[in-house]
């Protein structure tokens, strides 16, 4: 069987296309026949029977050519890297091939540059994200069909597929919030490793205290959904997160909220990447402080209980936790404090409590 390169940001069931079309099959039924008697020992056709055609390592193959780098892109701490198991549980039949609703994105303009510099066309994987409705080269209108579509060239579907409904597509350009999640699920797909679900908790806890925002379930302040809201209410934001529309103000939202909450559980890419969207001003800057190690703070539930006046102790012992983090983040002493609702005192205790100087310069177990 003739098997051709791949190429960069190919789809993978675009790819499984190609390699039909380029051999004459003209259905997949005959192309599995095939397929299965060329592979012995391979009883179905997977994206793992796909990536030992293309001669590559599955874990290499998914991470290039299918969604898996975006959709893990946030994940418990001891999945930090994509195992055999993942990549088979998620891809595990021809029937899912990584794209996660019944449709396939095509960009007009790169389907014309592929005709012009490749001589053929091909499917692309960043246009098959959630929630992206302009390509990120071009900033054109995706055109959409059924998934099956991929099995065939994009330019077959120039007249066919159909644009994205051009309100969405207003907001996609105009709305920096949108504009910027686009750019962090892009982000989220080029990373090579998952970021850490606890760690990613942490850093968004801290970031939107620092922003005057609740990140518990009860309270006066505002939550990010408010903040989400204001910044970035419109088609897209509805049509991404349904649920989002007509929820009443301050009210805890669980689908998007939650990644403040949840630490044994990841939450949908979506709604990590819209959260970052509205918390920080660049995708760049989102992603960096995504991506440094919380510290260690060995005993520090521990120390909190020693050498505090008992007055200090509750209800303010999650707070004092999260502000000394915050501190050994970078957060200045006094700001910290007052972010937080802890007195000086209680956290001068609780450095001391750990083995830090309040001051900073102390060694510390990072
Ligand atoms: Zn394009």
């Keep these: 069987m003739h098997v051709p390169s791949l190429l960069p940001d190919e789809l993978h069931l675009g790819f499984v296309g190609r390699v039909m079309r380029l051999n004459g099959f003209t259905d997949t039924a005959s192309f599995r026949k095939n397929l299965l ?34 959709l893990h892109a946030i994940r418990l701490a ?15 039949n021809v029937a899912r091939l990584g794209r996660l609703t019944d449709e396939v994105s095509l960009c007009p303009g790169c389907v014309a540059e592929d005709e012009d510099f490749w001589g053929f066309t091909y499917w692309r994987r960043s246009h098959q994200i959630p929630g992206i409705d302009i390509c990120p080269k071009h900033g054109s209108a995706l055109h959409r069909m059924t998934r099956t579509g991929a099995l065939h060239p994009p330019a077959q579907f120039l007249n066919k597929a159909v644009a994205v409904d ?104 979506q709604a990590y990447a819209l959260g970052l969207a509205c918390l920080f001003d660049s995708a760049e800057e989102a992603l960096l402080a995504m991506s440094q190690p919380i510290p260690k703070v060995q005993g520090i539930e521990r120390a909190s209980l020693t050498g505090l006046p008992s007055e200090e102790r509750t209800p303010n012992d999650h707070r004092l936790i999260r502000a000394t983090r915050a501190f050994l983040l970078g957060g200045s002493l006094l700001e910290v404090c007052e972010q937080y609702h802890v007195t000086l005192a209680a956290l001068e205790t609780m450095l001391r409590g750990i083995g830090m100087n309040a001051l900073g310069g102390s060694a510390y177990a990072m």
């Design 37 to 70: 008697r060329m592979l012995p020992g391979a009883r179905e056709v997977s994206i793992e029977t796909i990536a030992t055609l293309a001669k590559m390592p599955l874990g290499r193959y998914a991470y290039h050519h299918s969604l898996m780098p975006f």
């Design 78 to 92: 001891h999945q930090a890297q994509y195992t055999h198991e993942d990549v088979t549980a998620w891809y595990g």
């Design 166 to 269: 051009s309100a969405i597509v207003a907001q996609a350009r105009s709305n920096e919030i949108v504009r910027r999640y686009q750019e962090i699920c892009l982000l989220f797909l080029e990373r090579g490793s998952p970021l850490p679900v606890d760690q990613v908790r942490a850093h968004l806890i801290n970031r939107s205290t620092e922003l005057g925002l609740r990140a518990c379930e009860v309270g006066k302040r505002p939550v990010l959904s408010d903040l989400i809201e204001e910044k970035a209410a419109g088609p897209r934001l509805w049509a991404n997160f349904p649920g989002l529309e007509g929820r009443a103000k301050g009210k805890f939202h669980h689908p998007v909220d939650g990644i403040m909450r949840g630490s044994h559980v990841a939450y949908p890419a």
